[in-house]
């Protein structure tokens, strides 16, 4: 597999419980916010995205919210199942720049 | 399906040769991109295009060079000028450059120079 996961911190959950992914943008300007879920040698796959008029918003089995006062982004995972396991990592952008990648989470759920 | 595919999942080459990654995507998106990972870093920005025939730098397009001549094709070529080619390379695509709208990426190549 890629070693793309190499020296990044570290989440583990148990399977059934609820898992929080948090990141920490940089740029007060940014608007738009997405998650990605990469898996071992594969590409980022998108999970679900927010713009900034929101603080939350829900998808399958996912939740994102966003905190602009401390530029905040969490990503909630219920119910947890070993297909979860991945890195996840978040991208923050405004129009007319390119997307700012964090270097991202590894989930781990744990039979 | 719609998608973005990338070839050769793996390649290998001798230092000091070029060597060119494809990219292809039938989700008639106008940009596309070309990043680069490494272990424990976000992705960085290598080139990037909006329409045919133009394309821009990124961050870190030294060693780089790219070609837009369709739609759909977005080679990526590392140069022997590049001086840490190992990585893996992600190319992606959107239906507008710079907006808001999400990425979507292909499964990349993993490329080993020795």
């Known amino acids: 597999g890629e070693s793309v996961g190499l020296h990044l911190p570290t989440l583990s959950v148990q399977e059934g419980d609820n898992s929080i992914i948090n990141c920490a943008y940089s740029?007060?300007?940014?608007?738009?916010f997405i998650w990605y879920k990469q898996e071992s040698g594969k590409g980022p796959q998108f999970i679900i995205d927010?713009?900034?008029?929101?603080d939350k918003r829900q998808g399958q089995r996912v939740t994102v919210l966003l905190n602009k006062t401390v530029k905040h982004l969490s990503l909630q995972i219920a119910a947890t199942q070993p297909g979860d396991s991945a890195v996840y990592f978040c991208?923050?952008?405004?129009?007319?720049?390119?997307?700012?990648f964090g270097p991202g989470t590894r989930l781990s759920v744990l039979p | 399906d719609g998608g973005i595919t990338q070839s050769p999942k793996y390649l290998f080459r001798k230092e000091g040769q070029n060597v060119t990654l494809s990219c292809e995507q039938n989700?008639?998106?106008?940009?596309m991109y070309w990043y680069r990972q490494d272990p424990g870093q976000g992705l960085r920005l290598i080139y990037y295009?909006?329409?045919?025939?133009?394309?821009q730098k990124g961050d870190i397009a030294e060693g780089y060079s790219v070609s837009r001549e369709k739609k759909e094709s977005f080679p990526l070529t590392v140069t022997s000028a590049q001086k840490n080619p190992t990585a893996f390379y992600l190319c992606?695509?959107?239906?507008?450059?710079?907006?808001?709208?999400?990425?979507?990426f292909g499964n990349g190549t993993r490329l080993t120079v020795t």
């Open positions: 295009s909006q329409i045919v025939n133009d394309f």
């Open positions: 991208a923050e952008g405004y129009y007319g720049q390119n997307f700012v």
């Open positions: 992606a695509s959107s239906m507008g450059i710079r907006d808001r709208n999400p990425l979507h």
């Open positions: 927010i713009r900034s008029n929101m």
């Open positions: 740029n007060s300007a940014s608007d738009y």
């Open positions: 989700l008639n998106h106008d940009a």
